[in-house]
């Protein structure tokens, strides 16, 4: 049997910490991460902040390189197309099965969401990436498939890795127009337009990627 260990608050707090940094774009890929100059900066030892980056290593966020520290983990272009290819099929499936079940408080919810992106002013990325991403799970939620939205969970980490390359995104006037088609769709209790709608938002966001990329030159996408 193994060794019984007690949680430890400071090493979930450091975990965390970098976890959301990371997610909410803050910590960019290719960021190099200091273990102890983030220790010093966290006002703890530099055990917890090691075990954080192993976790955030095995979750495929993190890179961790002998001699050369650890780095935000810079996804590839067939990575890109991989993750929003199963990504446009998941909410394709999910907005077709919320404009059939979602609540009058949930459309309420997603129009919310839709005009506080509209609010945030444009130099505040995370913040915009993070209501974007509250609008799509609110949106998959609305589906009342548990299942469809705990697999479109497991996606966040590659999705926040791939966002991070593209920071105006969410307020673009093509995204805007884009999700007022999906939750029009959704409103008019449409479920193939709502799911073409969807389809069609998730496959241009990785066209926009893709050319993000290869305007950088690959520096970024080694």
Avoid: C
């Avoid at 608050?9 to 960021?31: D, K, Q």
């Avoid at 650890?70 to 993750?83: D, G, K, L, N, S």
């Avoid at 949930?106 to 913040?127: H, N, T, V």
Wanted: glycine share 6%; proline share 4%.
């Amino acid at each position: 049997m193994t060794e019984f260990q007690r949680p430890s608050s400071v090493r979930e707090a450091a975990y965390l910490h970098l976890r959301e940094s990371i997610l909410s774009g803050i910590l960019l890929p290719g960021t190099r991460i200091s273990e102890p100059g983030l220790a010093e900066s966290l006002g703890i030892s530099r055990t917890p902040v090691r075990e954080a980056l192993q976790r955030l290593s095995q979750e495929g966020l993190v890179e961790l390189s002998p001699g050369r520290g650890a780095r935000v983990r810079v996804i590839t272009p067939q990575e890109v197309r991989e993750v929003y290819e199963v990504r446009a099929l998941l909410e394709a499936e999910g907005a077709r099965l919320a404009a059939l079940n979602a609540t009058g408080a949930e459309l309420e919810a997603l129009e919310e969401r839709l005009e506080a992106l509209d609010r945030i002013p444009a130099e505040q990325y995370p913040e915009q990436m993070r209501v974007d991403f509250e609008f799509h799970s609110l949106l998959m939620e609305a589906s009342h498939n548990r299942t469809l939205v705990r697999v479109y969970q497991d996606l966040r980490s590659g999705l926040a890795l791939v966002r991070a390359h593209q920071q105006t995104l969410s307020q673009h006037p093509k995204t805007r127009e884009q999700h007022h088609q999906i939750l029009k769709a959704l409103q008019q209790r449409e479920a193939e337009q709502a799911a073409r709608a969807a389809r069609a938002h998730v496959l241009y966001f990785m066209e926009v990627v893709l050319e993000a990329a290869q305007r950088q030159g690959g520096q970024q996408w080694t």
